[in-house]
């Protein structure tokens, strides 16, 4: 008996060896990621899209043979938009998962938050839907880089429209009451010549907020030209819906500083119709300007999902495929040396060439003005997206934030010019 428990143990302990070092081997042979997303709260719907395309380029590459030799595997969490929460699970995913990298996020507050962790723990993080002019500017770090646009970019490329439409009218502001929003208003108003508050004035709404007629009627009291919705995701979408039901559209021009398809589909095409804005990429443009790239991730896209992708979804694709190319160009998974490759870096895969500007790790890019089209264009469509008519756009270069500017905004919040020093420099 003795001697059958001591076979029996035996057996035991090599059946437990085996097995640990199958997981270690396993584990040396991937890399985990984390997609830090609202899965839930106002803009889950960009965050479905995020986790979508994060999912098809993680697949793509995995198939290709992964990030040097590795297989990535995504861990995911549902920030809800909460910049606390976003936090708590960055922190999370470093400390208990062993992430390399965090990206997501449709939220500019969430996207601080979660630079700040990544900061002090020497993660890289990629803000992927956060369009603060803060979030490269005043709180820029040396681990956070953003792929899309933001508010600024969106002002100058949309300024020479509103100047040749619109100089001289009268605007009113509806704005989110949080960083994007007050980014958004301000890089508007100094671009459209409408900063006397006195004139083309406004209001703040709190966020997240269901209820827009207070402030709609504020708005028709004052009998705009212009009326600008700085509001994002479902937010804009119940706006937009009360705006047309109160009549609103056919005595002024509304703007929506920062589009998405989803944002447009959950608007209507009734309401939504006519509605000027900009974003950074819309599935229309790689079939506009032949982007190969861009074509073949629309149609992988809406093959999986019978949709078409967003400005979101393509920002998740195109962070994945950056983070790969960054490293197999170091070499490694450390973050300093992912930090160095992809600094000054140029890139083109769904667009046209975009930069990673090497002093705020902006990805410097084209920005599109866009019309919403009339309803019956967009109910054409197989899907009911066909929503976007690009009006106009703007080189990057033009439209960013110079350095010297940069300087500036960093000396006023009493901010170093410079993002901090890796240990190589």
Known sequence: MLHGRSVFTRIFIGLFLLLSASMAFASQDTIKIALNYPETGPYRKEGKDQWKAAYLAKNEINAAG????????LVTYDTKSSAALAARNAAQAIDNEGV??????????????????????????????????????????????????????AARAMSSYLK?????????????DYTWGWTTEASLRKFSGTEDKSVHKGVLTPFPSTDFSSALKKAEKERPDVLVLVLFGQEMANAIRSAHKMGMK???????????????????????????????????????????KGIKFVEDF????????????????????????????AGSFESKKVIKALEGHRYQLLKDQQVWRSFDHQSVQTVYVVRC????????????????????????????????????????AGKPTRLEKLPSD
């Open 66 to 73: 992964g990030i040097l030799n590795k297989q990535i595997e």
């Open 100 to 153: 390399k990298m965090v990206f997501g996020g449709s939220s500019s507050a969430v996207a601080v938050a979660v630079s700040k962790v990544c900061q002090e723990k020497e993660t890289l993080f990629f803000g992927t839907l956060t369009y603060s002019t803060t979030v490269t500017g005043s709180e820029g770090r040396r681990h956070t880089f953003r792929e899309c646009y933001d508010s600024w970019m």
């Open 164 to 176: 040749k439409n619109f100089s001289g009218q009268k605007y009113f502001y509806i704005t989110a």
């Open 250 to 292: 056919d005595r002024m021009q509304i703007l929506v500083p920062n589009l998405t398809i989803g944002m447009a589909e959950r608007g209507g095409p009734r309401a939504m119709e006519g509605v000027v804005g900009t974003l950074p990429w819309c599935w229309q443009i790689p079939y506009k300007y032949n982007y190969t």
């Open 302 to 329: 809406q093959k999986k999902h019978q949709r078409y992708p967003s400005t979101s979804a393509a920002s998740a694709y195109a962070i994945m495929h950056e983070y790969k190319s960054a490293v197999e160009r």
């Open 373 to 412: 089209k009339p309803r019956e264009e967009v109910v054409k469509n197989k899907y009911n997206l066909d929503y976007f008519e690009i009006i106009d756009s703007l080189p990057g270069d033009l439209a960013a934030i110079t350095r010297q500017q940069w300087h500036d905004v960093r000396r006023k």
